[in-house]
C-alpha cells in the first residue's frame, strides 16, 4: 500500500471514528476532548458532529488554519503531561468528559515514538530501536497512558461493553468488513 493509501485510510478510520463516537454519545452529556489538535481538522469535525458541546484541544502548539481554531479558552498548550498535571485544568474537566480523541503526532522527527508490549522491556532491543530513530525519542506507552499490558484487557473490555449493548465493534472501513457488525455473542451460564 501506498504512503498515500495510507493515509487516506487512516484519515477515512478517523473519521468514521468520530462519526461513529458522535451516534454512540448522543444522549450522554460532557464535553469533548481533543489531544493532538495539528492543523484543525479533526477539531472542526467534532465540533460539527458533537453541536452544542464544549471542546477542548491539547497540543504542544498552536499550528491550525484560521477557520478550524478553538476559542483560548478551550485551548491548552505545552507538552501533555503538563498539561494533565495542571490542578486548575483537572478541576475544570474532571468528571465531565464523555469523549477524549487522541491524535498525537504526524510521524515527523520532533514525536516521539510510542512503544509497548514485551520488547518495551527488553533494554538492548529499545537501544537498537532508537539508534534507528534518533532523534525521535522513545517514549513507553505507560508513560503517557496506562499500564502497557492491559491494553489487550481493556480492548477487550471495549469489545465486551459494545456487544452487551448491541453496538457494532467495528468500523468497516478501515477493516473492510461488508457493513457494521456486532461483535462477539453472549451465552448466559
Known amino acids: 500500500m501506498s504512503r498515500l493509501d495510507s493515509h487516506i485510510r487512516q484519515k477515512i478510520a478517523q473519521r468514521d471514528s468520530i462519526d461513529l463516537a458522535a451516534r454512540w454519545l448522543a444522549d450522554l452529556p460532557g464535553v469533548v476532548v481533543e489531544f493532538g489538535l495539528g492543523t484543525g481538522r479533526s477539531y472542526s469535525h467534532l465540533?460539527?458532529?458533537?453541536?452544542?458541546?464544549?471542546?477542548?484541544?491539547?497540543?504542544?502548539?498552536?499550528?491550525?488554519?484560521?477557520?478550524?481554531?478553538?476559542?483560548?479558552?478551550?485551548?491548552?498548550?505545552?507538552?501533555?503531561?503538563?498539561?494533565l498535571g495542571d490542578p486548575?485544568?483537572?478541576?475544570?474537566?474532571?468528571?465531565?468528559?464523555?469523549?477524549?480523541?487522541?491524535?498525537?503526532?504526524?510521524?515527523?522527527?520532533?514525536d516521539e515514538l510510542v512503544i509497548s508490549g514485551g520488547g518495551a522491556r527488553n533494554p538492548a532491543l529499545v537501544e537498537r530501536l532508537a539508534a534507528r530513530v534518533r532523534p525521535r525519542p522513545i517514549v513507553l506507552f505507560d508513560q503517557l497512558f496506562f499500564d502497557g499490558d492491559a491494553k489487550e484487557a481493556v480492548a477487550f473490555a471495549l469489545l465486551g461493553w459494545l456487544t452487551l449493548r448491541g453496538r457494532p465493534g467495528n468500523v468497516?472501513?478501515?477493516?473492510?468488513?461488508?457493513?457494521?457488525r456486532v461483535l462477539g455473542r453472549v451465552t448466559p451460564v
Not at 61 to 68: A, C, F, N, Q, W
Open 88 to 110: 486548575a485544568i483537572h478541576a475544570r474537566l474532571a468528571g465531565r468528559v464523555a469523549l477524549a480523541h487522541l491524535d498525537l503526532g504526524s510521524g515527523g522527527p520532533e
Open 172 to 180: 468497516p472501513r478501515a477493516t473492510g468488513a461488508a457493513g457494521p
Open 47 to 83: 465540533v460539527e458532529r458533537f453541536p452544542g458541546r464544549e471542546v477542548f484541544c491539547f497540543d504542544r502548539r498552536d499550528v491550525t488554519h484560521p477557520r478550524s481554531r478553538p476559542p483560548a479558552e478551550h485551548l491548552f498548550l505545552g507538552e501533555l503531561a503538563d498539561l
